[in-house]
C-alpha cells in the first residue's frame, strides 16, 4: 500500500514541516520513491522471512521519510528508537529471527519492556486507518489542523500521529528529538502547530519552560497519554489555560483506547473518556480492563511470546480500571503497581499521588521491594526540586500525611528518575536500587 496515495491533500498542498521548511505531498512522494528504490533493490535480495526493515528513526522528515519508504518498498516498518540502550535493540531485533509476523503486518513496534524483555507487536493497515477516523471523532479533527510530532516514531503514540494525519490530511511539524525550547519557539509561531501529543514528562517541562505566560492561542488539543498523568500536573496545565486532553492506550490497540477532550478536561473531568468509535471495553472479574475492536493489533512477534487476546478477540491490558457512569473509563492503576505489605494491598500509583503534593517534589516512584517479614516494603525514589532536599523533614511529613501502611520506608534521592527511551519511568530500575 501507497500511504501516501490515500492523502486527501492535492499535490501541491503543503504536508509536512521540520520546523523552518515546508515540504509539499508531491515533493515528499519524490523523496520517498528516491529512498524506496534503494530499499526494493535491498528487499529483492532477502528471503521471505527478511521483509522487515529494522532502522533507527528521528521524528523528523528524514524519518518520515524512510518510514514511508520501507512501506513503499514492500517492508514492514520496525522503527527503533535511538536511545534505546544497544542491548534493547539487539533483542528486538533478534525476535524477529524467532517467529514470522502475521499475515497482513505492515509495522512492528516494541512495547517498551519496563517489566520484562520487549515483545513485538504487528500492526496493520486497517489498525491505523481505525484508528485515524476513532481519533478524528473524538477529537473534532479537521482538515486545518497541524499536528507537531514530538514523540518517537517508535512509539506507538508517535506512529499513529503520522498515518493519522496522512490518512486525515492534517499537515506535520517533525522537528525532531523533542526539545523544550524549539518545542516553545514552533507555539509563538503564528503558523505553529494547533495539536500536540505528549507524555507527562514532556508536558512538565514545557510549562516550566513556557512560565506565567497565557498559552499559545493558536493551540486547540495538547493530548497528553503514554504514562499516567499526576492530577496536579493536569491540574497545573488547565488552570493556566492549556487545551489538555487525557488518553489512554496501548501499542496493541494501535494507539488511544479512550480519550477525554479538552472541553471535557476543562470542564474538570479527570477520568479518560469514554472508548474511541469502534473500541470495547470491559472489567473482567478481578478488575482488569479488557479491550478489543478493529484497532486491536494481529499479534505478537517472537518466540514465546504467548497470544496478543483470548479466544473471543479481548486483550488484557494489566491495567485496573472501573467503568463509570455514560460509559466513561479511570484508571486506577497496573495490576504490577500494587503492593502487598503485611496483607494490606497498597496502590503505587495513589502513594505516588500523595507524595507529589509535597512542594520540594518534582516527581517520584513507589515500588514493592521483596522483604521476608512483610512480604513487600513500600520504597520510594525521589527526584527533588533542589539539590539540598532534607529527606528527613518529608519523612516526618509523610508519616504525619498517610497512613502507616501505605508510607514508604525505604528511600532514595536522585537527581532524575530512570526512565526509558519513550519516557516512562523504568520501575524495573527503580526497583532493583533498593
Not at 522487515?52 to 520501507?70: I, K, R
Not at 507524595?355 to 512483610?374: M, N, S
Amino acid at each position: 500500500m501507497t500511504l501516501l496515495s490515500r492523502s486527501p491533500l492535492s499535490p501541491e498542498a503543503l504536508l509536512i514541516s521540520s520546523g523552518s521548511e515546508w515540504f509539499s505531498l508531491a515533493e515528499i512522494t519524490d523523496l520517498v520513491e528516491t529512498r524506496a528504490r534503494v530499499l526494493r533493490e535491498v528487499r529483492e535480495s532477502l528471503s521471505a522471512n527478511g521483509l522487515v526493515h529494522t532502522f533507527e528513526v528521528e521524528p523528523d522528515v528524514e524519518g518520515v521519510v524512510e518510514l514511508l519508504a520501507a512501506w513503499r518498498a514492500g517492508f514492514i516498518a520496525a522503527p527503533l528508537n535511538p536511545r534505546l540502550s544497544e542491548a534493547a535493540r539487539d533483542e528486538a531485533r533478534k525476535s524477529l529471527a524467532m517467529g514470522n509476523p502475521p499475515e497482513g503486518s505492515c509495522s512492528i513496534l516494541w512495547t517498551s519492556g519496563t517489566s520484562g524483555r520487549p515483545r513485538g507487536v504487528a500492526l496493520s493497515w486497517e489498525n491505523f486507518e481505525a484508528n485515524a477516523h476513532g481519533s478524528a471523532e473524538r477529537l473534532s479533527l479537521c482538515r486545518d489542523d497541524v499536528w507537531m510530532a514530538s514523540l518517537s516514531l517508535a512509539h506507538i503514540g508517535g506512529l499513529a500521529l503520522i498515518t493519522r494525519s496522512i490518512f486525515l490530511g492534517n499537515q506535520l511539524i517533525a522537528p525532531g528529538k523533542f526539545s523544550v525550547s524549539d518545542t516553545v519557539t514552533l507555539l509563538e509561531d503564528e503558523e505553529g502547530p494547533t495539536h500536540m501529543s505528549l507524555v507527562p514528562t514532556q508536558l512538565h517541562r514545557l510549562l516550566d519552560e513556557w512560565g506565567t505566560r497565557s498559552a499559545p492561542q493558536r493551540l486547540k488539543c495538547v493530548l497528553i497519554g503514554g504514562a499516567h498523568a499526576p492530577l496536579g500536573l493536569v491540574n497545573r496545565a488547565v488552570d493556566s489555560g492549556w487545551p489538555v486532553a487525557l488518553t489512554y492506550g496501548a501499542t496493541e490497540m494501535s494507539s488511544q483506547i479512550a480519550t477525554a477532550g479538552p472541553e471535557e478536561v476543562r470542564a474538570g473531568r479527570r477520568d479518560v473518556g469514554c472508548p474511541l468509535q469502534g473500541v470495547e471495553v470491559r472489567v473482567s472479574h478481578d478488575g482488569e480492563l479488557m479491550t478489543r475492536g478493529a484497532t486491536r493489533a494481529l499479534g505478537y512477534v517472537g518466540n514465546e511470546v504467548g497470544k496478543l487476546a483470548d479466544g473471543d478477540g479481548w486483550y488484557s491490558t494489566g491495567d485496573m480500571g472501573v467503568i463509570e457512569k455514560g460509559g466513561r473509563l479511570s484508571i486506577t492503576g497496573r495490576r504490577i503497581d500494587r503492593i502487598v505489605t503485611g496483607g494490606v494491598t497498597i496502590d503505587a500509583i495513589e502513594v505516588e499521588e500523595h507524595l507529589r503534593l509535597h512542594p520540594a517534589v518534582t516527581d517520584i516512584c513507589v515500588v514493592g521491594v521483596p522483604d521476608e517479614v512483610w512480604g513487600e516494603r513500600v520504597a520510594a525514589w525521589i527526584e527533588p526540586v533542589v539539590s539540598n532536599f532534607d529527606l528527613d523533614e518529608f519523612e516526618s511529613w509523610a508519616a504525619n500525611e498517610m497512613s502507616a501502611a501505605s508510607r514508604p520506608r525505604m528511600w532514595k534521592v536522585g537527581d532524575v528518575l530512570p526512565r526509558n527511551a519513550n519516557g516512562k519511568v523504568d520501575r524495573t530500575r527503580v526497583r532493583s536500587a533498593f
